[in-house]
C-alpha cells in the first residue's frame, strides 16, 4: 500500500536561515509527488509538484527514487513561510486516478 | 469563480443524529474526492466521485457513510448516527478530470464535532 511520512510535526527555524521539510513515501508503481501549503486560515493550495521541477515561491523540492523521498528545501526562510505543509503522492493508476495520499503534515515556523 | 465550497464550515451534532456536508465543485469540474481529517493526522481519501457516480469509495467506512454526487447540485456527504470518532474536518477537493494532469482545488472544510 502506499504511505507518506512526514517524520517532524514540527519544524521551527530563523528568518533567513536555510530549511528542509522531510517527506518519504512508499508506491510500488512511478509516483507522482506534491507538497500541499495551508497557511492560517486559509485554505489547502497546492505548492509545487515534482514533475514540473519547478520553483515556487523559492522552494524546491527534488524527487528522490533511490531514497524515496521528496524533501522540500528553502534556502532562506522567510516569517511568511510560517504554515502547515502537506506532502502528497497521486494514484496515477487504475480507477483511483487522482486520488491523494497525504503525508501526517509539518508545521513551520518562522521566527523573527 | 469562487473555488470550492463548502458548507457548513461548523457542524456540531449529537451522538445518534445525521450529518450531512456539502461540497459545490468550481465551475467546470466534474470530479469530487472527499478526505477525512482527523486530529493530529492528515488528510485521508475516503471517496471520489463523478456527476452521478461513484468510481473509487475505497477509503470510506462500511456503515453509516454515503456520499453522493447528482446530476444537479452539490457533492454531499452523509454521516448517519454519528459517534464521536466521527468528530474531524472533512475536505473536499475538485478538479476538471480524474486524471493525474490536473490539481485538485480544496474546499474550506467542514469541521464536525460529535457531542
Known amino acids: 500500500a502506499q504511505r507518506v511520512t512526514q517524520p517532524e510535526k514540527l519544524l521551527s527555524v530563523f528568518k533567513g536561515a536555510p530549511v528542509e521539510l522531510k517527506c518519504n513515501y512508499s508506491?510500488?508503481?512511478?509516483?507522482?509527488l506534491f507538497w500541499y501549503v495551508q497557511y492560517s486560515r486559509q485554505r489547502l493550495q497546492l505548492l509545487l509538484r515534482?514533475?514540473s521541477r519547478e520553483s515556487i515561491k523559492g522552494f524546491t523540492a527534488d524527487l528522490n527514487k533511490g531514497e524515496t523521498s521528496f524533501h522540500l528545501k528553502k534556502p532562506f526562510a522567510q516569517e511568511e513561510d510560517s504554515a502547515m505543509y502537506y506532502c502528497?503522492?497521486?494514484?496515477?493508476?487504475?480507477?483511483?486516478?487522482?486520488?491523494?495520499?497525504f503525508g501526517q503534515g509539518t508545521i513551520l515556523t518562522v521566527h523573527p | 469563480n469562487a473555488g470550492v465550497m463548502q458548507n457548513p464550515r461548523h457542524l456540531v451534532r449529537r451522538r445518534g443524529q445525521e450529518a450531512r456536508l456539502r461540497c459545490s465543485p468550481m465551475?467546470?469540474?466534474?470530479?469530487v474526492y472527499w478526505y477525512r481529517q482527523l486530529p493530529e493526522e492528515g488528510l485521508k481519501f475516503m471517496v471520489y466521485?463523478?456527476?452521478?457516480?461513484?468510481?473509487?469509495e475505497s477509503g470510506m467506512p462500511k456503515e453509516r457513510f454515503s456520499a453522493e454526487f447528482p446530476k444537479e447540485g452539490p457533492s454531499i456527504l452523509r454521516i448517519q448516527q454519528v459517534v464521536r470518532g466521527d468528530s474531524a474536518a472533512y475536505f473536499c477537493?475538485?478538479?476538471?478530470?480524474?486524471?493525474?494532469?490536473?490539481?485538485?482545488?480544496f474546499g474550506p472544510g467542514t469541521r464536525l464535532t460529535v457531542t
Open positions: 508506491y510500488s508503481g512511478s509516483p507522482e
Open positions: 466521485l463523478q456527476k452521478e457516480n461513484i468510481i473509487d
Open positions: 465551475k467546470g469540474h466534474s470530479h
Open positions: 477537493a475538485s478538479s476538471p478530470k480524474g486524471t493525474s494532469s490536473y490539481e485538485q482545488y
Open positions: 515534482h514533475i
Open positions: 502528497a503522492l497521486k494514484n496515477a493508476g487504475g480507477t483511483s486516478y487522482g486520488k491523494l495520499t
